[in-house]
Nanobody, 123 residues
């Protein structure tokens, strides 16, 4: 298994940007597909983005496509989520997750999760 720690959350105004980081420890980070999920107030956890082990393939939720970018640095055992043009509806706790099944949107295939980082977008 891999241990995950997110950072980079905070308070930002509508239209602003944030970059989330997820540092992984453990074995074989580069063999995992990685994903970002979020859970807003009173909402269920939802998929945001995922990336293949090599970083060459990505998948995005329609709600963030064109505004968010997921990328990874396997040398640093870190995956990132660059968020731009933020909206109040992006307010949520953002979770990083790792999957041995590659990149996809199904949270049940992700076996390791971080503790989450809060993102708040003010209007």
């Amino acid at each position: 298994q891999v241990q995950l720690v997110e950072s980079g959350g905070g308070l930002v105004q509508t239209g602003g940007s944030l970059r989330l980081s997820c540092a992984a420890s453990g074995r074989s980070f580069s063999s995992y597909g990685m994903g970002w999920f979020r859970q807003g107030p009173g909402k269920e956890r939802e998929f945001v983005a995922s990336i293949s082990w090599s970083g060459t393939s990505t998948l995005y939720a329609d709600s963030v496509k064109g505004r968010f970018t997921i990328f990874r640095d396997n040398a640093k055992n870190t995956v990132y989520l660059q968020m731009s043009s933020l909206k109040p509806e992006d307010t949520a706790v953002y979770y990083c997750a790792a999957s041995i099944f590659g990149w996809n949107a199904d949270p049940t295939t992700f076996g390791s999760w971080g503790q989450g980082t809060q993102v708040t977008v003010s209007s």
